[in-house]
């Protein structure tokens, strides 16, 4: 199993922004499809956003034009800049690295807001 790490999660008050980082030495990711899922308690583990191999980004609709997902080739990882944060944004954010027959995840990293 290829671990993921993610950082960068804490606690913001709302309207505040954090940047969250999902790194591996196991693979490369820049052929992976990489996407960031949250999980609020209660609720089912939801995609955030996702960026491809080829760069192209989706978001879900509670996180468009406040989220934005990127990579970082020559440091082998993927971001994801949050700003104009709100309270349902609160959740744990996983990152994930997938492709034809290979689907990898983190361990998840908190990231509450609440003032």
């Known amino acids: 199993q290829v671990p993921l790490v993610e950082s960068g999660g804490g606690l913001v008050q709302p309207g505040g922004s954090l940047r969250l980082s999902c790194g591996t030495s196991?693979?490369?990711?820049?052929?992976?499809?990489m996407a960031w899922y949250r999980q609020a308690p209660g609720r089912q583990r939801e995609l955030v956003a996702a960026?491809?191999?080829?760069?192209?980004?989706t978001y879900a609709d509670s996180v468009k034009g406040r989220f934005t997902i990127s990579r970082d080739n020559a440091k082998n990882t993927v971001n994801l800049q949050m700003t104009s944060l709100k309270s349902e944004d609160t959740a744990v954010y996983y990152c994930?690295?997938?492709?034809?027959?290979?689907?990898?995840w983190g361990q998840g990293t908190q990231v509450t807001v609440s003032s």
């Open positions: 994930n690295a997938n492709r034809v027959l290979r689907d990898y």
């Open positions: 960026i491809t191999s080829g760069g192209i980004t």
């Open positions: 196991g693979i490369n990711i820049n052929i992976y499809r």
